[in-house]
């Protein structure tokens, strides 16, 4: 997978609101789909779905704990998602972000 591309993944599974809401809540502490939905004030199902598609990106993996599953943050990941968006962001003729990086 090219940097653009991997790049591209990384603003689509930020390009909804409520997964960013996620993100930062699971930044604070681990969560469940139901707690993360009462804090989020939408259904388990669609926390559920998002959920998914942030582990298919490797943002958040699960944790089972008894009966119920908890997801965290997979740091690694969102260091190095913010490198790339910071290498991409940067402004033209800085150190960081050359065109010849992408």
């Known amino acids: 997978m090219t940097d653009a591309e991997r790049l591209a993944r990384i603003f689509k599974a930020f390009s909804v609101d409520t997964r ?31 959920l998914r598609i942030l582990r298919d990106a490797g943002v958040v993996f699960p944790d089972r704990q008894g009966y119920f599953v908890h997801y965290r943050i997979d740091q690694r990941t969102l260091a190095e998602w913010k490198r790339m968006a910071d290498k991409l962001l940067s402004s033209p003729g800085s150190a960081e972000g050359t065109p010849q990086d992408f």
């Open 20 to 50: 960013v809401r996620i993100v930062q809540l699971l930044k604070e502490r681990e969560l469940c789909v139901g707690a993360l939905a009462a804090r989020l004030k939408v259904s388990s199902g669609a926390v559920s779905q998002h």
